[in-house]
């Protein structure tokens, strides 16, 4: 098995009838801490003279799951940052290069050249820069100049699974062609100094930095590649959209003259564990099977009550979310690119050919998406 970091290839799988993901990738900045580095700083910048509300930070970073998180700046460079404008340039800088990053290796280890990437699916809740993140690495990363983007703004946590939801939508009507997802979330340059409420306080205490790439190609480019030495990785199936109606004050941001302040509801877990059983049973009704029929769950993490709602919704054994609970203690939450990070990690070490798979996060809106997959 690989490292956590990295480029993870997979083995050759059976032709299927539908995309197929090829490789996935993590990036990371080079800062990382421990949990408890990170609140000590973050209490000191931003509660120095709010006793009670350091109290409860180091009590939510305590029961956090998380045990280590990367940022995109030394922890003593935070206090320099003197708005928005300087943290979104920072965003700007580190965000493209760890996305050139993280594209080059899912690409390498895809076995597929920059040139042959027909549309570039792209990600972020953290930062904002026009043109965006994947038409300023066009050049940087040798693509076309026609290759088609789709750059998605708004959807969270949710956006890695809807990501690659959307590279199915597209390769389906395409089954020749070749499609990247880059999800790149700078979570660490979005604190609110001045804001001591428990929505900000979980934030300081789960959020991380990092990168995601996924690599993924059509039904008959993949049937070009199947039985030969190069990597390929599970089908994707299906997949299924759900927006629930006056669930807008779950989660968000309230953007501002400070930036990005967090709107995060407690209600999130209650919703997660009331609403998604729901979908998931229909969404494998409609493929004729149940969730017992799924060899391999790809949650996001979204924290240990929301992690604890989905076992409990599903009945799952205590191993089912290994990798999302891993992902969780290694980076913390990496909002869109955590999903994929799971992903990465379930394909180092594939189930059985013919597993069935599902790959599954939630976000603003508030919305889940769905993403069935079959080894």
């Known amino acids: 098995m690989r490292p956590p970091s990295g480029s993870v290839p997979t083995r050759p799988r059976r032709t299927g009838s539908g995309p197929a993901v090829l490789a996935a990738e993590v990036v990371t900045p080079p800062y990382r801490y421990r949990q408890e580095e990170i609140t000590s700083a973050f209490a000191e910048a931003c509660l120095a003279h709010d006793r009670p509300a350091r109290q409860v930070l180091e009590k939510i970073s305590a029961n956090a799951g998380v045990r280590t998180r990367?940022?995109?700046l030394p922890l003593e460079e935070y206090r320099k940052l003197d708005g928005f404008t300087a943290a979104n340039e920072v965003w700007r800088t580190t965000a493209l290069d760890l996305g050139e990053r993280a594209l080059r290796g899912a690409l390498e280890t895809a076995g597929i050249l920059p040139e042959e990437v027909d549309v570039v699916v792209s990600t972020t809740v953290t930062g904002l820069t026009v043109p965006s993140l994947e038409a300023?690495?066009?050049q940087r990363l040798g693509l076309r100049a026609d290759v088609k983007r789709i750059p998605l703004f708004g959807l969270g946590c949710a956006a890695g699974a809807a990501g690659v939801a959307r590279m199915h939508d597209y390769l389906r009507g395409f089954p020749?062609?070749?499609a990247v997802l880059l999800s790149v979330e700078l979570c660490s340059l979005t604190v609110q100094r001045t804001d001591a409420s428990?929505?900000?306080?979980?934030a300081l205490s789960l959020f991380g930095d990092g990168a995601a790439a996924v690599v993924a190609v059509g039904e008959r480019r993949a049937e070009?590649?199947?039985g030969t030495s190069g990597p390929l990785g599970p089908e994707i199936v299906a997949t299924r959209s759900r927006l629930y109606p006056d669930s807008e004050?779950?989660?968000g941001w309230r953007i501002g003259a400070h930036g990005f302040g967090i709107v995060l509801s407690p209600d999130v877990a209650t919703v997660a564990?009331?609403?998604l059983p729901k979908d998931v049973h229909a969404f494998l009704d409609d493929h004729g099977l149940t969730p017992e029929s799924l060899t391999t769950w790809i949650c996001h993490p979204g924290g240990p009550k929301v992690i604890q709602a989905v076992e409990r919704a599903f009945g799952l054994p205590p191993d089912a979310l290994a990798h999302t609970r891993?992902?969780?203690a290694r980076r913390g939450n990496l909002s869109s690119a955590s999903v994929l990070d799971v992903l990465r990690r379930t394909m180092a070490a594939p189930p059985p050919a013919g597993s069935w798979g599902l790959l599954t996060a939630m976000g603003p809106g508030f919305a889940s998406e769905l993403v069935l997959l079959r080894w």
């Not at 428990?198 to 979980?202: E, F, H, Q, R």
């Open 136 to 138: 300023r690495l066009v």
């Open 224 to 226: 070009g590649l199947s």
């Open 326 to 328: 891993d992902s969780l």
């Open 70 to 72: 990367h940022m995109a």
């Open 249 to 251: 004050d779950v989660m």
């Open 198 to 202: 428990t929505a900000n306080l979980v």
């Open 273 to 275: 564990e009331e609403q």
């Open 176 to 178: 020749d062609q070749v």
